[in-house]
Nanobody, 117 residues
Framework: QVQLVESGGDLVQAGGSLRLSCAASGTIFSLNPMGWYRQAPGKQRELVADITRSGRTNYADSAKGRFTISRGNARNTVYLQMNSLKPEDTAVYYC???????????WGQGTQVTVSS
């Protein structure tokens, strides 16, 4: 079993920065990739960025050049550094982890990011 706990969401002005963190516990050795999704009101959940255990990253077009995903040295933590935030980045951000042994996807409870104009 895997548990994901996010933190770092906040209210920030446009142009500001936030750093989201996600800590995984449980059977973490099988988690690959880990990533961040977001869901705005009335919209579908969408991928923001993900990262493999080897460090390969993948970004949504909306995140390229502004957001950076990284993993901690212990590989059980994933971060999302968000710069130059825009009002359209407002959403609940969810941490996601895929288990290569069970093929299950795990989700955190979500953290609210609100960007004011």
């Amino acid at each position: 079993q895997v548990q994901l706990v996010e933190s770092g969401g906040d209210l920030v002005q446009a142009g500001g920065s936030l750093r989201l963190s996600c800590a995984a516990s449980g059977t973490i050795f099988s988690l690959n990739p880990m990533g961040w999704y977001r869901q705005a009101p009335g919209k579908q959940r969408e991928l923001v960025a993900d990262i493999t255990r080897s460090g390969r990253t993948n970004y949504a077009d909306s995140a390229k050049g502004r957001f950076t995903i990284s993993r901690g040295n212990a590989r059980n933590t994933v971060y999302l550094q968000m710069n130059s935030l825009k009002p359209e980045d407002t959403a609940v951000y969810y941490c996601n982890a895929h288990s290569v042994t069970t093929s299950r996807d795990y989700w955190g409870q979500g953290t609210q990011v609100t960007v004011s104009s």
